[in-house]
T-cell receptor, first 116, second 112 residues
Framework: EAGVAQSPRYKIIEKRQSVAFWCNPI?????LYWYQQILGQGPKLLIQ????????DSQLPKDRFSAERLKGVDSTLKIQPAKLEDSAVYLC??????????????FGPGTRLTVL | GEDVEQSLFLSVREGDSSVINCTYT??????LYWYKQEPGAGLQLLTY?????DMKQDQRLTVLLNKKDKHLSLRIADTQTGDSAIYFC????????????FGKGTRLSVIA
């Protein structure tokens, strides 16, 4: 079974530029998550989708971050404009999310963003 | 608010046992998780425990849960160099229906 795919793996941009990340979840996984992992920290949820609808985006800085999951499969996360503090690894995860069962999230390798 | 605390570093000798500790704040968490992150890789679920259990054993891994003290631990028996990684404790909310909240991670170094 193929895992969660993310691209690009690395990205270096200057502040105030725009950047987009792409995620392809495991086939059949209805729930998709984007996390931000700053160096030395644990992952922090940015946004959670259930199919193509947003379940939780309370921690997404909406003035500069946006995400979409058209057709309920692939997802893109965009930052416009980027700030220095956005330097982090952006992790995508997906899960089956069965009610009442554990939500085992499968993570992609992440995109490491460096903002100069 | 939700907060998960872990010690940042642990160093053990190959063959010894490792114990990684975690404290959490959300008493309504249904499940508690341990994830492993190797360099340059995403997180991998190692094991989890349901909140009405106090212990779970899975091969070399033993999870202990003290709900009264909101304390979770992961014991790795016969630690190997391949166990060197960052270990994250994470909690979920009621019925597992809220996003995971992760600790900052414990970096385990295994000395041969």
């Amino acid at each position: 079974e193929a895992g969660v795919a993310q691209s690009p793996r690395y990205k270096i941009i200057e502040k105030r530029q725009s950047v987009a990340f792409w995620c392809n979840p495991i086939s059949g996984h209805a729930t998709l998550y984007w996390y931000q992992q700053i160096l030395g920290q644990g992952p922090k949820l940015l946004i959670q989708f259930q199919n193509n609808g947003v379940v939780d985006d309370s921690q997404l800085p909406k003035d500069r971050f946006s995400a979409e999951r058209l057709k309920g499969v692939d997802s893109t996360l965009k930052i416009q404009p980027a700030k220095l503090e956005d330097s982090a690894v952006y992790l995508c995860a997906s899960s089956l999310r069965r009610q009442g069962a554990i939500d085992e999230q499968f993570f992609g390798p992440g995109t490491r963003l460096t903002v100069l | 608010g939700e907060d998960v605390e872990q010690s940042l570093f642990l160093s053990v000798r190959e063959g010894d046992s490792s114990v990684i500790n975690c404290t959490y704040t959300d008493s309504s968490s249904t499940y508690l998780y341990w994830y492993k992150q190797e360099p340059g890789a995403g997180l991998q679920l190692l094991t989890y425990i349901f909140s009405n259990m106090d212990m779970k054993q899975d091969q070399r891994l033993t999870v202990l849960l003290n709900k009264k003290d909101k304390h979770l631990s992961l014991r790795i028996a016969d630690t190997q160099t391949g166990d060197s990684a960052i270990y994250f404790c994470a909690e979920s909310g009621p019925a597992g229906n809220t996003p995971l909240v992760f600790g900052k991670g414990t970096r385990l170094s295994v000395i041969a």
